[in-house]
């Protein structure tokens, strides 16, 4: 866990990008990224998790948001010169996005917030962990009890590797943060033939 941050500040910050999140539950996920190299966020919208993503980046680090809109986010490259900020516009489930999106691999972080209909949440969870740091990589997973389609893949996440998992929840039945730490889950989970 990082010492040097100041999660108030950067709380407040992060509200300047209309941050969609419930602040105990990101700040419960960014408490556990230990000075990333590259992060990968699926779904940008405002900014709000590029910004704190950009704020706990090690010197010389790279974030990198995909979403299909066009960038709503201002100045953003601008908050730490040190970092990278890359956006790509597209589907995360697009061949030509994930293709551009892996030349930056391999991410220690990704955070997956984009789309949430049926399997889409599966399929970003499937197309990147093989570029993920299996050592140290943390997947963070949004709206695990707010919508079907990542309650059904952190469901299987936490049965699949349980130990390898953490969660918070602060509304019963509302939004929610799960965490997976690769360097804690089973083998099998990086096996193309299983069912996930
Ligand atoms: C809940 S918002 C993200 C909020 C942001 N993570 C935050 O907390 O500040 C969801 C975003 O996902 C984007 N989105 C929708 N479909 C997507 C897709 N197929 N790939 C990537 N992003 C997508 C939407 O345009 C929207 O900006």
Same mark, same amino acid.
């Given at each position: 866990?990082?010492?040097?941050?100041?999660?108030?500040?950067?709380?407040?910050?992060?509200?300047?990008?209309?941050?969609?999140?419930?602040?105990?539950?990101?700040?419960?996920?960014?408490?556990?990224?230990?000075? @990333?190299?590259?992060?990968?966020?699926?779904?940008?919208?405002?900014?709000?998790?590029?910004? !704190?993503?950009?704020?706990?980046?090690?010197?010389?680090?790279?974030?990198?948001?995909?979403?299909?809109?066009?960038?709503?986010?201002? &100045?953003?490259?601008?908050?730490? @010169?040190?970092?990278?900020?890359?956006?790509?516009? !597209?589907?995360?489930?697009?061949?030509?996005?994930?293709?551009?999106? $892996?030349?930056?691999?391999?991410?220690?972080?990704?955070?997956?917030? !984009?789309?949430?209909?049926? &399997?889409?949440?599966?399929?970003?969870?499937?197309?990147?962990?093989?570029?993920?740091?299996?050592?140290?990589?943390?997947?963070?997973?949004?709206?695990?009890?707010?919508?079907?389609?990542?309650?059904?893949?952190?469901?299987?996440?936490?049965?699949?590797?349980?130990?390898?998992?953490?969660?918070? $929840?602060?509304?019963? !039945?509302?939004?929610?943060?799960?965490?997976?730490?690769?360097?804690?889950?089973?083998?099998?989970?990086?096996?193309?033939?299983?069912?996930?």
């Amino acid at each position: 866990m990082s010492t040097k941050i100041d999660f108030e500040s950067l709380w407040l910050r992060s509200l300047d990008y209309r941050i969609q999140q419930i602040m105990e539950e990101w700040l419960f996920f960014l408490s556990f990224l230990e000075e @990333p190299k590259t992060s990968l966020e699926i779904g940008a919208k405002y900014g709000g998790t590029a910004f !704190g993503l950009i704020k706990v980046s090690q010197e010389g680090g790279h974030v990198i948001s995909i979403d299909p809109l066009p960038p709503r986010v201002k &100045d953003l490259e601008n908050e730490r @010169p040190s970092i990278k900020y890359s956006f790509l516009q !597209g589907g995360s489930q697009e061949s030509y996005i994930i293709q551009k999106a $892996v030349e930056y691999a391999p991410f220690d972080v990704l955070f997956i917030d !984009g789309e949430h209909h049926d &399997d889409s949440p599966t399929q970003d969870f499937k197309n990147f962990l093989p570029h993920m740091n299996r050592k140290t990589g943390i997947i963070g997973f949004h709206d695990i009890k707010g919508k079907k389609s990542v309650v059904e893949i952190w469901s299987k996440i936490k049965s699949i590797s349980p130990g390898a998992t953490k969660e918070l $929840v602060t509304t019963p !039945g509302k939004n929610g943060i799960g965490i997976f730490f690769l360097g804690k889950a089973r083998e099998e989970i990086y096996l193309k033939s299983y069912s996930i």
